[in-house]
């Protein structure tokens, strides 16, 4: 379990140091899923809006990446190795995303935005997305990027780097 805690205690130091980027590149598909969810955008513009967050968000998984795996070498025989060795590490942290996606998914938006009226689900859906790109969505994505750099270094990731 020890193992498996040190990839989302980097995911938190990742995120805290390189708030203004990841927040930054999250505003897009905020602002966007604001926008939409309440109906502001006009209708010629919703396709682009898409193509817009997607960009954002690959310029996000790109930007973390590179800060994330500076100095990593990645080498299918490490990810092997770390996986026969250390397979209950990453059950676990299957495990904990599993738990966040079921808080953030469904029980803040299927389960409460279900007990609100029409007229309060969209706003109240609105903003759910709104908070959740920045947040549940960026760290995902780190996450993502601190497992390649756990499994690639061998052992764990503590240190964070600018």
Excluded: C
Aim: no cysteine.
């Amino acid at each position: 379990m020890r193992l498996a805690w040190e990839v989302p205690v980097w995911v938190w130091r990742f995120y805290l140091r390189h708030l203004p980027l990841v927040v930054g590149l999250s505003l897009v598909g905020s602002v966007q899923r604001l926008v939409a969810v309440n109906g502001w955008l006009p209708a010629g513009l919703a396709t682009a809006s898409e193509v817009l967050v997607a960009v954002s968000r690959v310029a996000l998984v790109v930007a973390v990446a590179w800060l994330g795996l500076r100095g990593a070498r990645l080498s299918r025989a490490r990810f092997t190795r770390f996986a026969s060795v250390h397979w209950p590490s990453l059950v676990w942290q299957g495990v904990l995303l599993s738990v966040a996606f079921l808080l953030f998914d469904v029980v803040l938006e299927t389960l409460v935005g279900g007990l609100l009226s029409a007229e309060g689900r969209q706003s109240y859906l609105a903003v759910l997305l709104f908070l959740k790109n920045p947040t549940v969505i960026a760290l995902t994505f780190i996450w993502w990027v601190g497992l390649v750099r756990q499994t690639s270094r061998g052992s764990g990731v503590r240190e964070v780097r600018r």
